[in-house]
């Protein structure tokens, strides 16, 4: 840690992750390690969670304040940065090239599509719902509650496609989940009579989806009974997004320094070398998997309750490659790096280039959105394989050429 | 001491979110309640929306939206749409009865989706419902995209925000009954009152529309294909419940996949099913002139042995250009009556309206768009300003000899009671371009039975 | 089949051609099950209906066909660089839009135009997609990848799937959203019947063009010097550079060869299939990936072989009358196949096995 240069302090990027990282630093040297460690961590958080109210303050602001993004789409970048986060654990940490991620997003929003909608009117059951009479049929679990489940059941299900397919090593197993994220869609999309059960309620979706809320014991204290019904349903939606990425990080940095985060990088490094060292290569994998999908599946879920539907068109493959590109342009197995692409991309996506569209006066830009995403790959693949935050280990390895597989190598 | 780090961290987001929501508290009371046209209008966002556009006298009082896929494969619509409110507003002077009106247009789609994406449906839904000067939005296009932003203004702040739309035709968003779930639609209306009315008849008249036209062809069995999309699933299957009812046999009723590259094999097995007729489902931007295009070459051409029906998805030119020959003989469905058939209002909007497209043919949504804005703006004129006014006025809507013809908005918010083009449908020809053939109002029993059971 | 990992093919005893399909393991007799599975499917409607049945293999082979001048691309630059070029797709779609220009646009084509103008028509527009799709791949790789020559494999992967997307939006500013379509060029009428089974004009025209290409095709790489060169270059890459040769000007060759069989199956999908898009490349890439994967991908003949078993599962599964998932599950149908192929046996069918399928 030590040998990196440290004159520009804590404004340096790839000096971000060390913050949060295992070691501390020589920077602050007058601060307690505590506080060196957690003060740029904390005023980005600060920053963010007070971003409704100092929004307000530049949308005067000429150019800037008008590229803004609005707290509706901050709620899609973060939970799309979440998933980014997510994709991270298992292309940037396991080195494992997963074309599907789309697949555990749609598990994600089902789950919360099954649990909390009027989906199946078979029965009528309700626990920790909020802003719905007693008598509403369907099954109806808080919200809350349902991002823990949504997580765990998506986890198994990344347990499920792992186990037969990640024995397959590099590009393969990038195909094989290629394929589980052409076949997921499908299935969800004809699901809506498996011998009469209707699961997905196929091509029209399942919504309205039930709104997370606190009921209204909490309501003394400040705390919406419904964001829908609330007059700052945005807000809201924005501010437990932003709690749900804080809790992802510090998840996957805790992670990415645990026993298990070194032998996923082992891994990525050199499997035969890992396997040799005594890593078991399955296990380790598939836990990459199950986080990831974890992740993954909370997103999903958070994201299908804050649009009130879950609908087989919103999963299709650009959406894996999306989340990739968000990962890549980061940096590879940098958290931040997965942050910054995450925000920027989607950010892009969601307003950026309209916006931007709109002030140098072409209307279409969003048709060259593929375009310039593709552009973007390739000039960071090119000129910068690190990515814009550099994974510190990635970093090394990269620049120097130090890798056991080189594409042109010979075969191995 | 990494414990503490953590226990840190925490404390400081508990922190800065009991501070962020103590600093808010004070912004909620502001934010609901009809509003007195006092005060200035705030623009929704500029993620989504053009800039406010208001040309009339001082100042704006409220806030009109339109909500509308502009990207993508609807945008030949979707534009036309925008520009019959622009140009209805500008007839009225930007008024509505002596409130003055600005105009927003919003996109509900996304560049990646080339088409209505849901999470912007939500997001646009929550920006209506946020601004308190927005009285009324006129949309969406497509139903599923209504799914979402239906609730979400019917619980807006103030009982809610008026909705008009000039293209859903999804039955189960307005009535109940056959072919719905149990909890269709009350779901869309959690606060227990309605604020949606739509100026296009459901799906079910279309199906019925189709089934009793190829009745009328003679024709005993039908093969369905559908493109999975919730337009192109749902006519087709109000068309099958229409068809059974009719006593035309269904010889198969499946999908096509629009990214596939052929066929053929499924006209064969088509052809082998003895239907005397085939349905597509869908969209002609589902690949929709290969279908034709197989078809043909498997059964033959459409005049022939195996007739071709389709609902308005495939009635564009862009179908006979796309499919060429192929098309010739194919039968296409729409709503209402044809363009140069429209009488009156219709009539004389069409002309003046045309006028200003440069060239371009005048797409009939254009019609319904004008005669979705009229409605909303008679309502908000005949109201007191606030949100609730509107909708009850809303729901009070006659419209006589409209652009449309003459029909009454009932409870669930349908057309009824009509005249002239809300209900009828007109089947077209292809040739080398859309020659009408028939002009068809189904019959209350068969529309019954296209909802299903 | 957990930790045990990769050596277990190093197994100084390779064992025989037939004994190479027994299965060792649980997974494998799951493997043949399924396999048997789809053999009473098939024959159970050949059984009850044979005419039908050769009518949709017919036309299950023509697509094949199609299909096979794509995954040979994908074919070749794998076994030359291990890189899943997938921008080979959007090059194909290219091709056949630039095609798709000269026929409709500049000769005008469609209708009921004379069968001069037909051959000029198709003849320009060859050489032209041909051409263009040819230099295009060469660019590419010249522009990205082989600046990627030592950096991890996952690189240039990834900047592959870039290259897709910016071939896709030039596509996309290029020609629209809207399909180019045209009125068949070659008649649909049967030239002759077996049996019950016609054989169609345009059917038999692709096959006429496919089949020598591919039959050249193998003798460019098999007896040329510019094919040994590949091939030697595929095996070691050093070595071959050692041995004097070439690399950089083979690998280009490679993918001009590629690029020129992305650009004829264009303009072949075009006139056959009669409407493209800027994103069916990115959709028949897959397909056609799938192929050369189960054929065993690096393998001339497993791409063809691979390429006429996904057209023939595809129009099998959508035309036979008996016990068909049908229509609304021919993607799950493909995907799942690639993923059974993957997972029971990674060398495909007629690949030798590589470290990569563990």
């Known amino acids: ?84 986060v997510g994709l991270n654990v298992v292309v940037g940490y396991a080195g494992l090239l997963d074309l599907g991620y789309v697949a555990f997003y749609a598990a994600g929003a089902y789950t919360a599509a099954w649990l909390a909608s009027r989906h199946y009117e078979q029965v009528t059951f309700h626990f920790g719902s909020v802003g719905l009479a007693e008598d509403v049929i369907g099954i109806h679990l808080s919200i809350w509650l349902i991002l823990p489940i949504a997580g765990i059941f998506t986890a198994i299900i990344g347990i499920l496609i792992g186990l037969p397919t990640l024995r397959l090593r590099g590009d393969y197993l990038a195909i094989v989940t290629l394929g589980f994220g052409e076949i997921i869609p499908q299935f969800v999309r004809n699901a809506d009579s498996i011998k009469g059960f209707n699961l997905t309620n ?178 960071v693949m090119l000129f910068r394989p690190t990515g814009l935050i550099a994974e510190r280990r990635h970093k090394r390895e990269l620049e120097e050429g130090v890798h056991d597989e080189s594409l042109y190598g010979a075969q191995h | ?131 308190e000067k927005v009285i009324g939005v006129i949309g969406t296009f497509n139903s599923g995209c209504a799914e979402i932003v239906i609730p979400v203004l019917n619980q807006a702040p103030g009982g809610g925000i008026a909705m008009v739309s000039p293209a859903n035709t999804l039955v189960c968003i307005t009535e109940g009954g056959p072919g719905c779930d149990e909890s269709q639609p009350d779901k869309y209306y959690p606060s227990g009152t309605r604020n949606y009315a739509r100026v296009v008849a459901h799906d079910a008249y279309q199906g019925a529309a189709v089934a009793e036209f190829a009745q009328s062809q003679g024709i005993e069995s039908v093969y369905i294909l559908n493109d999975r999309e919730s337009y192109g699933l749902g006519v087709a299957t109000n068309f099958r419940n229409a068809a059974e009812s009719v006593g035309i046999e269904i010889a198969g009723f499946e999908a096509w996949d629009p990214r596939a590259s052929s066929y053929e094999g499924l006209f064969r097995k088509i052809g082998n099913s003895g239907a005397d007729a085939v349905f597509l489902g869908g ?31 495939f009635t564009t030119q862009q179908t006979i250009d796309e499919a060429g020959e192929a098309a010739a003989g194919m039968f296409m469905s729409v709503a209402g009556v044809p363009i140069d058939e429209f009488q009156g209002e219709g009539a004389t909007f069409a002309e003046e309206f045309g006028a200003t497209l440069g060239g371009a043919p005048i797409d009939p949504y254009a019609i319904y768009g004008a005669q979705a804005a009229r409605i909303l703006l008679d309502a908000i004129a005949a109201s007191d300003g606030s ?62 039975a296209a909802r299903g059971s | 089949m957990a930790e045990e990992a990769a050596p277990t093919e190093s197994s100084p005893l390779r064992p025989g ?64 660089l291990q890189l899943i070029n997938f921008a080979h797709g959007d090059n194909f779609a290219l091709g056949g839009l630039v095609a798709s220009t000269v026929i409709v646009s500049w000769f005008g084509l469609g209708g009921d135009p004379s069968t001069g103008a037909v051959v000029v028509g198709i003849a320009v527009a060859l050489v032209i997609a041909t051409a263009f799709s040819s230099a295009l791949g060469t660019t590419i790789e010249l522009v990205a990848y082989r600046r990627l020559r030592n950096a991890p494999r996952l690189a240039a992967l990834i900047t592959a799937v870039g290259m897709s997307f910016i071939l896709q939006d030039i596509g996309l500013v290029g020609w629209g959203v809207s399909f180019r379509t045209i009125d068949p060029l070659i008649s649909n009428d049967v030239a002759f019947s ?98 050369a994967v189960l054929g065993g991908i690096g ?19 959508e035309g036979l009358p008996l016990w068909s998932p049908g229509s609304d599950w021919t993607r799950s149908i493909v995907f799942g196949i690639l993923i059974a192929i993957l997972v029971f046996r990674p060398e495909g069918l007629l690949g030798e096995r590589t470290p990569e399928g563990g």
């Not at chain 1, 003060?39 to 303050?57: D, G, S």
């Not at chain 2, 083009?421 to 068809?440: M, P, R």
């Not at chain 3, 004994?19 to 009473?40: E, Q, Y």
Request: net charge negative; proline share 4%.
């Open chain 3, 194 to 291: 077996i049996g019950d089974v016609g054989f169609q004009w345009n059917k038999l025209t692709v096959l006429a063009l496919t089949v020598p290409v591919l039959l050249v095709l193998t003798w460019l790489v098999r007896s040329t010097k510019q094919g040994k060169a590949m091939r030697a270059t595929s095996m070691d890459m050093d070595a071959a550079a050692m041995m004097g040769i070439n690399v950089n000007r083979t690998i280009s060759f490679t993918f001009a060869l590629a690029g020129g069989l992305a650009g004829a199956g264009g303009l072949l999908y075009f006139l056959h299939f009669s409407s493209i898009r800027y994103d069916t490349g990115f959709q028949l890439g897959l397909i056609a990936f799938t192929a």
């Open chain 3, 17 to 80: 051609r037939a004994a190479r399909f027994i299965p060792r393991s649980p997974v494998g007799w799951l493997g043949l099950l399924f396999v048997a599975l789809i053999v009473l499917w098939l024959g159970r409607n050949l059984v009850a209906d044979p005419s039908e049945f050769f009518s949709i293999f017919f036309i299950g082979l023509t697509n094949g066909a199609v299909y096979a001048l794509v995954a040979l691309g994908y074919t070749l630059v794998y076994g030359i």
């Open chain 2, 283 to 313: 969209l002609i931007d589902e690949n929709g002139a290969k279908v034709i295009r197989d078809k043909v070459a498997v059964l033959g051409p459409n005049d022939g042995d195996v007739k071709l029906l389709a609902p308005d998805g």
């Open chain 3, 299 to 317: 393998n001339l003949s497993g791409a063809v072989l691979g390429a006429i078993l996904i057209g023939l599962i595809e129009q099998f599964n």
């Open chain 2, 1 to 131: 001491m990494r414990k503490r780090g953590l226990l840190a961290l925490f404390a400081l987001i508990v922190a800065s979110l009991a501070l962020v929501a103590a600093g808010c508290g004070g912004d909620d009371d502001d934010g609901g309640g009809g509003g007195d046209g006092g005060g200035e209008i705030t623009a929704l966002p500029s993620s989504s929306c053009t800039g406010i556009e208001y040309e009339g006298e001082g100042e704006p009082d409220y806030l009109i939206a339109s909500d509308f896929p502009l990207q993508g494969s609807s945008r030949t619509q979707t534009i036309q749409i925008v520009g019959a409110i622009r140009y209805l507003l500008d007839k009225q002077g930007w008024k509505a009865g002596d409130h003055n009106i600005a105009y927003q247009s919003c996109d509900d789609a996304t560049a990646q989706a080339a088409k209505w994406d849901s999470g912007k449906c939500s997001q646009n839904a929550q920006a209506y419902a946020q601004n």
């Open chain 1, 202 to 379: 196929g091509t029209f979706g399942i919504n309205p989806i039930d709104s997370p809320g606190f009921g209204s014991g909490l309501g003394a204290i400040g705390l919406p009974e419904s964001y829908q019904q609330s007059f700052d349903r945005a807000n809201w939606f924005y501010w437990t997004a932003l709690l749900l990425l804080v809790f992802t990080v510090f998840c996957c940095v805790q992670l990415r320094d645990s026993r298990l985060g070194r032998a996923w990088i082992a891994i990525r490094e050199d499997e035969t070398a890992a396997a040799a060292m005594g890593v078991p290569l399955m296990r380790t994998k598939t836990w990459a998997y199950a986080i990831g999908a974890f992740f993954g599946g909370i997103a999903g879920a958070y994201y299908a309750s804050f649009k009130s539907g879950a609908f087989p068109s919103d999963f299709f493959f650009n959406i894996s490659v999306f989340l990739l590109c968000m990962v890549i342009l980061g940096g590879m197995g940098s958290v931040w790096g997965a942050i910054v692409g995450g925000l920027f991309l989607s950010y892009l996506d969601q307003e950026g280039l309209a916006k931007i569209g709109t002030e140098i006066g072409i209307q279409d830009v969003p048709k060259y959105s593929f375009g310039i995403y593709g552009l973007l790959i390739v000039l």
């Open chain 2, 387 to 448: 949100r609730q006014s509107v909708i009850d006025q809303l729901f009070q809507t006659k419209v006589e000899n409209g652009y449309l013809g003459t029909f009454d908005i009932n409870e669930n918010g349908d057309p009824t009671g009509a005249e002239g083009a809300v209900v009828g449908f007109t089947i077209y020809k292809a040739t080398d371009k859309l020659e009408s053939e028939a002009t068809i109002s189904p019959k209350d029993e068969t529309v019954q």
């Open chain 1, 1 to 84: 840690m030590a040998d990196l240069p440290e004159k520009f302090g804590g404004r340096q990027p790839s000096r971000v992750g060390r913050f949060l990282g295992s070691g501390g630093g020589g920077t602050l040297d007058a601060l307690p390690p505590i506080v060196r460690r957690l003060l740029l961590p904390a005023v980005v958080i600060l920053l963010a969670f007070t971003y409704p109210t100092w929004r307000e303050w530049f949308t005067e602001v000429p150019v800037f304040g008008g590229l803004l993004p609005g707290i509706g789409t901050a709620v899609i970048m973060i939970v799309f940065t979440m998933m980014a």
